[in-house]
């Protein structure tokens, strides 16, 4: 009988979340339900230093978002008794030993726990670079732990693994290196070797190596969340960083892919060697395809978080308005958090601050009278864009649209390019329609 698949995801708390991580979470995650297996969470935190609760908390929060449920979650910082009882075994089994090397004080040396390596060649096969050959002679007898109550994060991570049952082993390339030191621990703890994939790296827009330290803004799931793309399509997008499904060939619609699909159509044996490059048009895009498909009052919902504050507590601020002008918004941007400088700085502020339009933009304000007074006859409550419409149309074409319509639009929104006047007026409402126009005609 085939041992049940488990596979782990393994972040240490000394940073954000990674979007690489977050692409390593995701493809455990769907290897591990295809397979009816079991998807651990593990949080290496034995760097007790550099490990912090905020950090803590992030990747706890971001596996969340991203809706990667696992099936239970350890903490290295609690299985410190663990480690040190299997140092304790291979101590007495003369499979690691002790070491008198570092200098601390003159005269003072400190002692480290190394293994006994045996020089052994290698060779495992990995799901995506096939057969990789070390010669573990070249590592030496190598460090495992400063003492026995402080074990490396190699040596922990090959206990866990072991203990906990891991049979496939899904993480970045850059841990290639570190493979042969992990079987030769986990040869020496009784352990069978796991499955091994070793993903492609993830290379910012620029084709460098993506790093928290030189591409903080795009290097963190929190960041991508705060700059209002939904989870949904990080999700789609991450799948993307080095896979792509068969289908995408005959139908590029395929980029679009939710979790439920991902299940369907992964592959891990279809993951490039090659980088994946970050290309954050894409993601917008994928993002945008993903607002389409929220219904009004699920986009609301979500955009509302990211509207300025500022304007939700301006006098004249009505729901009623908002709920006109949010259909607006959603035509216009990539992500919610594009809201904040539309409202403010872009295409729509003007639906927030009366505009001051120029005489030179206006062009003429010889008809603004007429279409006021046309305006004026319609209900308060009443004031849509149709009726706006059939009350200022047939006269519109009868003086020349350009002449009645331009003007209107530019009374109403300042701007050269905006939507019709018709909508505006909606939204804006009566009242300020017609003291929009009244201001106008005085220019």
Do not use: C
């Amino acid at each position: 009988m085939k041992p049940k698949i488990v596979t782990r995801i393994a972040p240490s708390p000394t940073g954000l979340f990674h979007i690489a991580t977050a692409r390593v979470a995701l493809f455990n995650y769907l290897f591990a339900r295809q397979n009816d297996g079991k998807f651990i969470f593990r949080i290496d935190d034995t760097d007790t230093e550099r490990s912090t609760p905020t950090f803590t908390k992030d990747l706890i929060d971001s596996m969340n978002w991203l809706g990667l449920d696992y099936d239970e979650i350890y903490y290295q910082s609690q299985r410190t008794a663990i480690y040190k009882a299997k140092l304790e075994e291979l101590l007495a089994s003369d499979q690691i030993y002790w070491s008198q090397e570092t200098e601390i004080k003159e005269g003072e040396k400190a002692e480290v726990l190394r293994f006994r390596n045996s020089g052994t060649k290698i060779i495992f096969e990995d799901i995506v670079h096939g057969s990789i050959e070390f010669d573990t002679a070249e590592l030496g007898d190598f460090v495992v732990a400063k003492d026995l109550d402080t074990p490396l994060y190699h040596f922990a991570s090959v206990v866990d693994d072991f203990l906990l049952g891991v049979t496939h082993v899904i993480r970045g390339e850059d841990h290639i290196s570190n493979t042969p030191r992990q079987i030769l621990m986990l040869e020496a703890l009784g352990g069978s070797r796991p499955t091994y994939a070793h993903l492609p790296i993830i290379l910012a827009p620029d084709k460098t190596k993506l790093s928290k330290r030189h591409h903080g803004q795009i290097a963190a799931v929190s960041e991508y969340r705060r700059l209002g793309y939904l989870s949904e399509a990080v999700v789609n997008f991450v799948a993307m960083l080095g896979w792509s499904p068969q289908s995408l060939k005959d139908d590029p619609n395929q980029e679009i892919l939710s979790l439920a699909d991902l299940l369907k159509k992964f592959d891990l044996s279809k993951t490039q060697k090659s980088g994946a490059i970050l290309n954050i048009e894409k993601l917008d895009w994928l993002n945008r395809e993903y607002l389409k498909k929220l219904t009004p009052t699920e986009f609301k919902k979500l955009a509302q978080e990211f509207l300025p504050t500022e304007f939700t507590t301006k006098s004249w601020y009505q729901e009623k308005i908002m709920d006109k002008l949010w259909p607006l918004i959603a035509e216009r941007i990539n992500r919610l958090g594009e809201i904040t400088d539309l409202i403010k700085n872009g295409e729509l502020d003007f639906f927030f601050v009366a505009p001051k339009p120029s005489a030179e933009l206006l062009k003429t304000t010889e008809y603004l009278g007429e279409v006021e007074a046309r305006l004026a006859t319609l209900s308060a409550d009443d004031f849509s864009a149709e009726k706006i419409k059939d009350v200022i149309w047939d006269f519109a074409t009868e003086q020349g649209r350009g002449r009645v319509l331009w003007p209107l639009r530019v009374a109403l929104s300042g701007l050269e390019k905006s939507p019709d006047p018709f909508t505006i007026a909606a939204i804006l409402g009566q009242t300020e329609t017609l003291t929009r126009l009244t201001y106008a005609r005085t220019i």
